[in-house]
Every structure is written in structure tokens, then in C-alpha cells.
Nanobody, 125 residues
């Protein structure tokens, strides 16, 4: 069973940047696609970005395209989410997740079986 631990969240001014990290235990990480999701109070968990096992394929929600960049370093068992030009609508708890199928490139939260504990991102205007 893989364990995922997010870090890097916090408070930032609108227009600022943060980089989230997701550290994974186990060798499974290196063979799986991964994803970032977020959940704001009163809203459903939504897809933010996804990446395949070696980083050659990436996908983004329309709301973050051009501002967020997903990446991974398999040698460090770590995935990242670089968030630039943060907006007032970006605050949420951000989660990294591992899909049930290692080759899954979709955006449905229900298809992800392993989740981190979440990391709060707050944007002040």
C-alpha cells in the first residue's frame, strides 16, 4: 500500500506562487500515473492536473491551464504542482492521488484509490 504525503501549502497573496510536493512511499509510484485534486468548502473534489508514469503526458483542468505545472521526479518518489498566478478562486485543500489502474489518465476522483492527507492552500486578495 502506497502512502502519499503532501507539503508546501500555505498562505499566499493573489498573483503569487506556491509549489506543492507529494512524497510517495514504495516502488509502485514509479509505474503509476498520478493526479492532483482540490476541494473547496461546500464543493466536490475536482481534478486539477494529471501526469503519466514518466512525465511524458500531462493534463490540466481548464481553470489552471497556463498557470499550474505538474511534474514528477521518480528518483525521489515525488510529484510536484507548481502553482503560479494564484487567484482568489484557487483556495482549497489540495490532494495528490494514485489511480487504481496505473495507466489511468482520467479525471474522476472515484477512479483514484490512494490519497494523501491534503494540504491547505489559501490565497489572500
Amino acid at each position: 500500500q502506497v502512502q502519499l504525503i503532501e507539503s508546501g501549502g500555505g498562505l499566499v497573496q493573489a498573483g503569487g506562487s506556491l509549489r506543492l510536493s507529494c512524497a510517495a512511499s514504495g516502488r509502485t509510484f514509479r509505474t503509476y500515473a498520478m493526479g492532483w485534486f482540490r476541494q473547496a468548502p461546500g464543493k466536490e473534489r475536482e481534478f486539477v492536473a494529471g501526469i503519466n508514469y514518466n512525465g511524458s503526458y500531462k493534463d490540466y483542468a481548464d481553470s489552471v491551464k497556463g498557470r499550474f505545472t505538474i511534474s514528477r521526479d521518480n528518483a525521489k518518489n515525488t510529484m510536484y504542482l507548481q502553482m503560479n498566478s494564484l487567484k482568489p478562486e484557487d483556495p482549497a485543500v489540495y490532494y495528490c492521488a494514485l489511480p487504481r489502474d496505473p495507466y489511468y489518465y482520467g479525471k474522476r476522483a472515484a477512479d483514484f484509490g490512494s490519497w494523501g492527507q491534503g494540504d491547505q492552500v489559501t490565497v489572500s486578495s
